[in-house]
């Protein structure tokens, strides 16, 4: 990981303006962030999703195969592996088609009718699976998701660019809380429900509660309502699309002024 960080730092360039920190009130530019309604209609996205995601792919997924499929700790494990590739191929994906076509709100609708077929299908068909659906339902499930992810770009077209360093931090916060829930919540059903000895019925509780969960991130996803650009492209796209007559124009406009002046 440190070697990663090294080369990201020496190799990447930050070409945005910075800010100075003197007289920047960070409480108001939070206040600014988190009563932002559309930055709120796309929480449950990162708040629900997330959480869903992380708990079965870092919690109980190996269980689930090792008692539903009586698999053993090491192919288990194996199985866990086509969830992260699905995840690792989607992300430059859902990328590419995002900045082809200029919009985020799409690629975050197909991310979420992605993720309801898997947490549909598995509730209706998580313990009839064979070996080979199994493995194409993993990677599909990271695969869902990383369309998903997409909503982590988001908050940056929503705020001035002054105050993104508040907003994608303060936006990504609800992940966290999302995801530290839903695992102590996944224990609990897993270890109550049925007295804890029937893990199938235990765990097709939690595949119907994500289904519902994906419904409703879904429904806000649909009211969200995505500014065309970001203020920065904003700023960039209206000097791109200005011609080179109307620079000279603007030029010796302005060299006129200076003449008058002086």
Sequence with gaps: MLLFTSVAWLT????????TASGRDISRELKTVFTKKELLKIVPSHLLLFAFFISFLSLWVSPFLMN???MSKEV????????VIGFMVSLPIAGLISDRIGKRKPVLLAGHVLFLVFWLVMSIFGGLLDIFQLIGLLFFFGFAFGFVGINMTIPVKLFPREISGSAIPGYNVFGFIGAGFFHFFTGFILDS???GTQIFPSCQIIFVICTIGVLISMLFAILFKEPPLSYGNKHSRSRATT???QQQRMRSMKTMRNGNSG
Excluded: I, R
């Design 12 to 19: 990447l360039e930050d070409k945005q303006d910075k800010p």
């Design 68 to 70: 539903v499929y009586e």
């Design 76 to 83: 288990a494990s194996l199985f866990f592996m086509f969830g």
């Design 193 to 195: 429900a049925y007295g």
């Design 243 to 245: 011609s080179a007559p």
